[in-house]
Every structure is written in structure tokens, then in C-alpha cells.
């Protein structure tokens, strides 16, 4: 956890050495993180900000998503869309969706949501790391609701690629600052199995900037 989501955990009795935050905390203090950054968005290096953060190069590397938060990239330590409401700043991509498709210059990006309480309180994920969809997305979800707003008024998203994506563009280690892209289309469609609605975004690369890098294997 970054040190600014542990600004926001309510202070509690000390219970020894071994007094562990509750996920029931970690999700309050990251809720209280991101209303600071948007209420606030000068106060901190990771302030909510479209297109490239000055001194971050394309293909900057972090070892966690702390780091990255620390640069002003992307600032949830967990979600995967940063967004307000004038649109989303960044997006990861960490292989958390099956639906996901990565093309390099162009993505399939999935929504967030759709896990109901067990996911929203730390659980509702699986063995290799992906969500559990229980329920319809909708766009009415904040982070949704952030990146289709960036559809319509055409702003970039930072796009950031972790080494657990399955495809050739994941870095090998940590994340990656891959460069802008732009979503193209926003819609509701079925998931991979056909039991819920998702949120779809298309993603394509702006020109301009380095080719992606590759990876060898995977």
C-alpha cells in the first residue's frame, strides 16, 4: 500500500506487533485517495492529469504499482481505470479480464465491476489472479462512467502494461509506461462466457511515438 492511501486508514488500538489493516480499510483508504487527488489534484506529485506527466519517458518501468502511483501515472494501487469526472487519466492492464485482447498498438479493454460484495471486500478472485464476474457492468460505475467520458470527448489515456498480461507487449518484470492511446468505441456487450453484460472499450495507439516493445516468450 502506498503511503498516501495509509494517510486516509483510521488509526485503531495498537493489538501487538502483528495488528493487520482490514480489506474493509484498504478499500476505505483508497476510496479517501482517490476523492483527495480529485478534490485536491495540485497537492500531490500524483496529481489527476491528462496526457503525459512531465520527466515519465515512454517505457518507464516501476517494480510496483506504488512506484507508478508515486510518478503521478496511475494512482489506485488496485483498479485498473484512474478517472474522474472529466474522464480517465490512465488505464492498466494486468491480465485480470479474459475478455482483455491486447494487439499492441490497438486494445480490448474490459470495464470494472460485476464481482458484488465478495470481490468489493478482498475476495472473488481465482487462483491464476482473475476476476470472478457475478453480476452486469454498467456505466454508471465511476471508472466506467470515466473512460467512456474520455470516448466522447477524445482525451488520451496513459496506458500501463504489467508483466502478469499474457501477451508479447507485457514487460518482463513490473509495469510499464507503454504511451498514449485514445478509445475509439465505448458499448455494452456480452462477457467471454455469455453470462454477463460488460463494459467494452477499444483502445488504439496515437502516432508518433516508439513502437511497443516485444517480448520473446511468455
Known amino acids: 500500500?502506498?503511503?498516501?492511501?495509509?494517510?486516509?486508514?483510521?488509526?485503531?488500538?495498537?493489538?501487538?506487533?502483528?495488528?493487520?489493516?482490514?480489506?474493509?480499510?484498504?478499500?476505505?483508504?483508497?476510496?479517501?485517495?482517490?476523492?483527495?487527488?480529485?478534490?485536491?489534484?495540485?497537492?500531490?506529485?500524483?496529481?489527476?492529469?491528462?496526457?503525459?506527466?512531465?520527466?515519465?519517458?515512454?517505457?518507464?518501468?516501476?517494480?510496483?504499482?506504488?512506484?507508478?502511483?508515486?510518478?503521478?501515472?496511475?494512482?489506485?494501487?488496485?483498479?485498473?481505470?484512474?478517472?474522474?469526472?472529466?474522464?480517465?487519466?490512465?488505464?492498466?492492464?494486468?491480465?485480470?479480464?479474459?475478455?482483455?485482447?491486447?494487439?499492441?498498438?490497438?486494445?480490448?479493454?474490459?470495464?470494472?465491476?460485476?464481482?458484488?460484495?465478495?470481490?468489493?471486500?478482498?475476495?472473488g478472485g481465482n487462483s491464476w489472479g482473475r476476476n470472478i464476474q457475478t453480476e452486469d457492468q454498467t456505466f454508471e460505475h465511476r471508472d466506467n462512467k470515466a473512460l467512456r467520458i474520455s470516448f466522447e470527448l477524445g482525451k488520451p489515456v496513459r496506458v500501463i502494461r504489467g508483466s502478469n498480461l499474457q501477451t508479447v507487449y507485457a514487460p518482463p518484470d513490473g509495469y510499464r509506461y507503454d504511451g498514449l492511446y485514445k478509445v475509439t468505441k465505448a458499448y455494452m456487450d456480452k462477457s467471454k462466457d455469455g453470462l454477463y453484460e460488460v463494459c467494452r472499450f477499444e483502445l488504439k495507439r496515437e502516432p508518433g511515438q516508439p513502437p511497443i516493445r516485444k517480448r520473446v516468450y511468455y
Open 1 to 123: 500500500m502506498d503511503k498516501m492511501s495509509q494517510m486516509f486508514i483510521p488509526k485503531r488500538q495498537s493489538l501487538g506487533p502483528t495488528s493487520p489493516v482490514s480489506p474493509h480499510e484498504r478499500i476505505g483508504a483508497e476510496e479517501r485517495k482517490r476523492a483527495m487527488l480529485e478534490d485536491n489534484p495540485g497537492e500531490f506529485r500524483n496529481e489527476s492529469k491528462f496526457g503525459p506527466i512531465d520527466g515519465i519517458p515512454v517505457f518507464k518501468t516501476w517494480s510496483t504499482r506504488d512506484e507508478c502511483a508515486r510518478d503521478g501515472v496511475h494512482a489506485p494501487s488496485t483498479a485498473g481505470i484512474w478517472g474522474g469526472k472529466d474522464g480517465a487519466y490512465s488505464i492498466v492492464m494486468s491480465g485480470g479480464y479474459e475478455d482483455d485482447h491486447d494487439r499492441g498498438e490497438t486494445i480490448l479493454y474490459t470495464g470494472t465491476g460485476g464481482f458484488g460484495e465478495e470481490k468489493k471486500f478482498g475476495g
